[in-house]
C-alpha cells in the first residue's frame, strides 16, 4: 500500500482532498505515532523486530526516520550500532566521533558514520577529490572491494597530505572508512524510504478509519495481495 494510492482513494470521499505536496514535515500527530509504534500499514517501519527500536528511538524530527531506514538491519543492530545511535539521540550517550578530526561530517548524526555520502564529502574536502571520484571511493569502501580500496587509500593519503593533513592521520582516516564504511547506506535512497513512511504515516494519523479500511481490504489497492 502506498501513500499515492491511499491519497487517491480518499478523493473518493466527498469533502477530503489531500494534497501530497502541502504534507507539513514536521507534523507532531505523525510523530506521535512513530513513537508509539502504531506503524501497522506504513511501509518499512511496521515489521515487529522494527517497532521494538522504534519505540526506543522515539523520533521527532524527519532525520530519525532516515536513520532508522539506514539503522534497521540485522548487520547494525548486533554490532551495536543502531543502540548507540538511539542512547546518543536520547542524549544517554556523548555523540562523540571516533576519529575527531573528520567530527564535523558527522554533526548530523550524533557523531556516528551512517551515510555513504558522509564519506564521499570527507574525501572532496580532505583529500581535494573531485565528485565523482569521492563517489567511487565511497562505493569502493562500503561494497568493502579489496581490489580498488589500497588504491583509493593511498590516492587519500597523498591528496590529503597536499592539503596539509599529516600522512599518518591520513592513513588512520582510511582505517576508519574501512572499520565504517561497509555499515554505511546511501542517504539520498534512506531519504526516500523514510519520506514514503512519513507520508502513510501523516495520512494514517489523519485519516485512520479511511487508511485502516484500505489496510485491512482483502483487495491490495496495489494489485499484490498483501496483510498488514
Known amino acids: 500500500m502506498t501513500s499515492d494510492a491511499v491519497?487517491?482513494?480518499?478523493r473518493d470521499n466527498p469533502g477530503i482532498i489531500v494534497d501530497p505536496a502541502a504534507i507539513p514535515p514536521d507534523d507532531p500527530a505523525t510523530f506521535r505515532l512513530f513513537c508509539l509504534g502504531e506503524t501497522a500499514g506504513v511501509r518499512r517501519f511496521d515489521h515487529d523486530d522494527a517497532l521494538v527500536y522504534l519505540r526506543r528511538l522515539a523520533p521527532d524530527r524527519f532525520a530519525h526516520l532516515v536513520a532508522f531506514q539506514a539503522l534497521n538491519r540485522m548487520s547494525t543492530i548486533t554490532t551495536g550500532l543502531m543502540a548507540r545511535y538511539i542512547e546518543r539521540r536520547h542524549g544517554r550517550e556523548r555523540?562523540?566521533?571516533?576519529m575527531p578530526a573528520l567530527a564535523r561530517f558527522f554533526t548530523g548524526s550524533y557523531g556516528l558514520p551512517l551515510y555513504r555520502e558522509q564519506l564521499q564529502a570527507i574525501a572532496r574536502d580532505v583529500a581535494g577529490f573531485e565528485p565523482d571520484?569521492?563517489?567511487?571511493l565511497a562505493s569502493a569502501f562500503c561494497r568493502f572491494d579489496e581490489g580498488s580500496m589500497p588504491v583509493l587509500a593511498a590516492r587519500f593519503v597523498e591528496g590529503a597530505s597536499n592539503l596539509g593533513?599529516?600522512?599518518?592521520?591520513?592513513?588512520?582516516m582510511t582505517a576508519f572508512f574501512m572499520r565504517n564504511a561497509p555499515f554505511m547506506l546511501p542517504e539520498s535512497q534512506m531519504s526516500v524510504f523514510a519520506a514514503e513512511g512519513y507520508r502513510l504515516a501523516w495520512l494514517k494519523a489523519?485519516?485512520?478509519?479511511?487508511?485502516?479500511?484500505?489496510?485491512?481490504d482483502s483487495r491490495n489497492v496495489d494489485g499484490v495481495p498483501g496483510g498488514p
Open 165 to 172: 593533513v599529516e600522512p599518518r592521520e591520513a592513513a588512520g
Open 95 to 98: 555523540s562523540v566521533c571516533e
Open 7 to 10: 491519497i487517491r482513494s480518499l
Open 206 to 216: 489523519h485519516y485512520r478509519t479511511e487508511f485502516e479500511a484500505m489496510r485491512l
Open 133 to 136: 571520484d569521492a563517489a567511487t
